[in-house]
């Protein structure tokens, strides 16, 4: 039987499949052509991945960043609003001087010896209880320029109106007990100084050491000098050593009573021989750590008779 | 049993799952491709593998799947005939080995002799044979395809085929004479 040569081939091989030996997948895996193909992928997966990961961080660190700096303008609105307050609250404090020249008269009934009789008696701002800041300030000009004391009054006198009603409060269930006075007396200072410390509104710029947080005495607000033998003698105390101690006393009307550079040596009440009237005082502590740092402590003393 | 879209869909995405079941569908048809177009089975296996790291490769420029089949055929062809290149060996014939006469293409054929004996009678060619013999008659390309691809004349592909047809007939005629 004959066949042309091209067909014997053609029906034999067309879809001609052969078998394959085992190893043969394994061989194509091992291939370096291939392993080259799968390093070039890897690498290309890698760099997909690296460059998203540095879109994941950029865009993260410029969140971060907006964050933050939204952050910052919220702290800087925030002490906007707080100098904004400050601000509103001495407003308010100027408008309601207003009410306090009747309350005075008010609370005069009042067991609160130590405020009002000073405020009626000199008229002068001296901010009795709480305003110690501007007490110092104050005293400061008072000693330099008495004439200067008139400009603050209004402040002072609501504040000293506010810490009066505060007073007013307190005494009520007191009632005659000076020790108890005294001690809400101490309250409202402790409450009142740092506070006073920091606010930024002291007329005059006198005060060098603008930071008394760090004063080394812990300084009595009253004292008796009734020779009981009980706080007799207004005296500062320190366990710091220090130099060029000074201790002065002032009145209200910015008399200069007493002074004294020996820490042991205190004022027993007196003022040219005779005995000063319970009230509200002024003192003045000048002094120098060891450091040479200089400090200038000032507050009100109450004299109690 | 797993279509061939989602196969190519998982070559595609350099799956090794699918590239492996694209392996186990295909490697006998590769490796029937390759067995024609070498010399022997080592080579073949060489091939096979260069053909199936060309198609995960390049499984990408393929549109239609449903092309598959013959994709992998042509590029198994293809294959081939680039590693023959890169081997240079010589696809023309000299002159003087030209047949002159065409002659009778047909002989005495039974259909008892088993395809084994007729791929070892291809692999047995001379290569510049048994490439042509490959592209021209058992792939079914044209002359002038096929010139294109190998970039040689037309002349010199008929002559090749016409030395490969009479080298195999006298061979199969000697099968049947011995059997």
Redesign the interface.
Known sequence: ??????D???D??????????DG??D??QQ?P??QQ?LRR?KIRNLSVYAVLAVIVISSCAVLLHQRNISDNQDIDTFSVEEEELAVSSQETADIQPANNDAMPEISADETIVPADPVLEATDTPSAQNDTETMIPAEDNSAVINPANTEPPVPQNNSASEKSSEKNTINNKNNSNNNNSTQTSESNNKSNSTPGGNESPTTPSGTSENANPNSSLFSIPNAFTPNGDGLNDVFKPVTSAEIQQYQLDIFAMSGQHIFTSRNLEYGWNGEFQGGAMNSGNYIYVIKYKETNGREHIDKGQLLLIR | MIKDRDIVAGCKADKPKSQRLLYDKYCRMVMGVALRYCPNREEAEDLAQEIFIKIFTKIHQLHDEITLTSWIHRISTHTCIDMLRAKKRPLTIPYEEMPNDIGDMNCNYYEDIPTEKLLAFIQDLPEGCRTVFNLCVIDGLSYEEAAAMLSCSETTLRAQCCKARKILIKKIENYEKTY
């Not at chain 1, 039987?1 to 091209?6: L, N, P, R, V």
């Open positions: 039987m004959k066949k042309h040569i091209d014997i081939f053609k034999q091989f067309d879809q001609f499949e052969a078998p394959v030996s043969l997948w061989k194509i291939n052509g291939w193909h992928q």
